[in-house]
């Protein structure tokens, strides 16, 4: 058998309790097998550099710099060429360089407090069943004059057709139509004004109804866009989106016939590069114009949010193994393995999270395409970028085709060029990224992003020792969508939600926070408004450069976003609204405490 430490795969691994695991040896067989390994890994498909750092080529070449800049050389490459995406091209072909700055953006000066919001929770009276980019920007202004800095939302991803899970898209590099506000469109008329009465009678559902607010969406979106008549605007965005664009529309257009997987559709239309593709796409013009237009739109529409606060965006870790990205960058994904997290105190059975992982040879021999892609497309708006499980660029927890976590190991990444990529984009973004680290984290990732300017991610229910403790280049929160509120830990309802949907608790775990809430609020009948208080002061202590606080938490919500393990028919995560709609939120106490004990902090 092939050395699978040759292909990057860990022969076992340290758990969360420093306990090595051997990988089963039929693990390392069928994950070697999944690759297609065989002999040596490809080779390179670009080169990355820092920025001054020397380079010698096997043969002289011609440099094509981006800007359309062209200088021939030896073997050498000048050492001051510039940031971004360059070609070497000599007698054996072209090659992609990529020169980075190495350092992600962070301004010296960055500080500043934040609201953590799951945008689909943030109802209004004008909402169309779940909160929208428009109720985003009227929350952003509201929060600003708070003296909020950002507002950390959830992935914007484009979803599955079903899907409530804002960490399973379909695609990464779009956007779902989902969050638009259908009133807003250019040609929204008033069959539109008429499906929108219809659509906030869903505001009174508990929990959100997606499908019935997307099927009055989707038909607010045939009419505003029957009725759109141009805009040089949107030629030119068509023209920059180019292949990526059109395919993920085609994409769209080809799943409402044959459905959102592409595995089970006609063998002609399983690769975008295919002929009948190429047909479909010609016969179908107005309807993927559609999807483009819809993408267009919710680009606008961000823009106006992010115009009232900074957004900052919340990128996936994986994708949708039948979804858009998937069939557009299937070259780069090894088919049938799924990604996940080994068994830990609070997973005894591991995490299978049933996304797709792309392998690490292929997308090198790509040239990162996929990977520049996708990050470009997460800092395309917003001041900055939260990471999920930022773990996953050195090592990703690959579980074999039909295996559960339990049997699944590690599998290495080319994590020197994904950082540098990852930098160069923030670089041109102007865009800070804060790095997931929680759960398993190797020794030695922590120190090489905090070397890179990636902040840290910390919740202070996890940290050990004092708030002043904490690293500064951190963002800092009580909790987080995964785990419950502190209304929830201290009402005991999160215990009580976990035993309904069926999933034994963690009563030691909960005792723990629920002791530490005790020993922060002031004793065990503290009302919770004292005990979110006393837990936010905490947190304004610490000199994390951002902190942010949950609205669920403002509000006295009890429970919690999702409850990890758990399926739809369990219990409905990312599907709870919040308590208040938008207008009572901003007259509510809660916020504002809050607001005031982290802006006196900050100032």
Request: proline share 8%; with cysteine; aromatic share 8%.
């Amino acid at each position: 058998m092939t050395d699978p430490r040759t292909w990057g795969i860990d022969e076992g691994y340290y758990d969360a309790s420093s306990v090595w695991r051997d990988a089963p040896p039929e693990t390392l067989k069928a994950l070697l097998e999944a690759m297609g390994a065989e002999g040596a890994p490809p080779t390179p498909g670009a080169i990355v550099l820092r920025a001054g750092a020397p380079y010698r080529h096997p043969r002289p070449f011609t440099l094509h710099l981006e800007d359309g800049g062209e200088e021939s050389s030896d073997v050498r490459l000048p050492r001051d060429v510039p940031l971004g995406y360059h070609r070497l091209v000599d007698d054996e072909g072209e090659t992609p360089l990529i020169v980075s700055p190495g350092l992600c953006h962070l301004p010296e000066g960055l500080r500043g407090w934040g609201w953590a919001v799951q945008s689909y929770a943030l109802r209004s009276g004008s909402s169309w069943g779940l909160g929208d980019l428009a109720d985003l920007r009227r929350f952003g202004g509201w929060a600003r004059d708070l003296g909020a800095a950002f507002a950390l939302v959830n992935p914007l991803h484009a979803l599955p057709p079903g899907a409530a899970s804002p960490y399973y898209p379909s695609s990464r590099c779009f956007r779902d139509p989902i969050h638009l506000r259908p009133d807003e469109l250019p040609g929204a008329d008033e069959e539109v004004a008429h499906l929108a009465s219809r659509a906030r009678a869903l505001n009174e559902r508990h929990p959100i109804d997606r499908d019935a607010a997307r099927a009055l969406k989707e038909q607010a979106f045939a009419i505003a866009f029957r009725n759109f008549t141009g805009e040089p605007a949107f030629d030119r965005y068509r023209q920059e989106g180019s292949e990526s664009l059109r395919r993920f529309a085609t994409y769209v257009a080809l799943s409402r016939r044959h459905g959102s997987d592409w595995h089970d559709w006609p063998e002609e239309l399983r690769h975008p590069r295919r002929g009948a593709v190429r047909e479909f796409a010609a016969a179908h013009q107005d309807e993927i114009a559609r999807e483009e237009w819809l993408q267009w739109q919710i680009a606008e529409q961000l823009r106006r949010a992010d115009a009232e606060i900074d957004v900052v965006h919340d990128l996936a870790v994986g994708i949708d193994p039948g979804g858009a990205d998937a069939w557009v960058w299937q070259d780069v994904i090894t088919p049938g393995v799924t990604v996940g997290a080994p068994p830990d105190d609070f997973n005894l059975g591991g995490q299978g999270w049933g996304l797709a992982a792309w392998d690490p040879h292929r997308l090198r021999a790509s040239g990162y395409g996929a990977f520049i892609d996708t990050v470009r497309s997460a800092l395309s708006a917003g001041g900055g970028l939260r990471y999920d499980h930022v773990m996953g660029l050195f090592r990703l927890f690959w579980i074999p085709p039909g295996a559960g976590p339990a049997e699944g190991t590690y599998v290495r990444y080319p994590a020197s060029d994904l950082l540098d990529i990852l930098a160069l984009e923030s670089h041109r973004a102007e865009a800070f990224v804060v790095g997931e680290d929680l759960g398993t984290v190797e020794e030695g990732v922590r120190e090489e992003l905090a070397r890179r300017k990636i902040m840290t991610y910390r919740l202070l229910w996890f940290e050990e020792g004092e708030p002043e403790d904490m690293p500064e280049d951190a963002l800092a929160t009580v909790t987080n969508h995964d785990l419950p509120t502190i209304a929830g830990v201290w009402s005991g309802t999160d215990l009580e939600d976990q035993r309904r949907a069926g999933v034994a608790p963690n009563e030691a775990g909960d005792a723990r926070l629920r002791d530490s809430l005790a020993a922060w609020g002031g004793g065990e009948d503290a009302p919770v408004e004292d005990v979110v208080d006393a837990a936010y002061w905490l947190l304004a202590r610490t000199p994390a450069r951002l902190k942010t606080a949950l609205l669920e938490d403002a509000l006295g919500a009890p429970e919690r976003v999702n409850l990890p393990g758990t399926s739809d028919a369990q219990r409905p995560n990312w599907s709870i609204p919040l308590p208040l709609p938008l207008e009572e939120i901003e007259t509510h106490p809660g916020p504002r405490r809050i607001a005031e004990i982290l802006e006196r902090r900050v100032h």
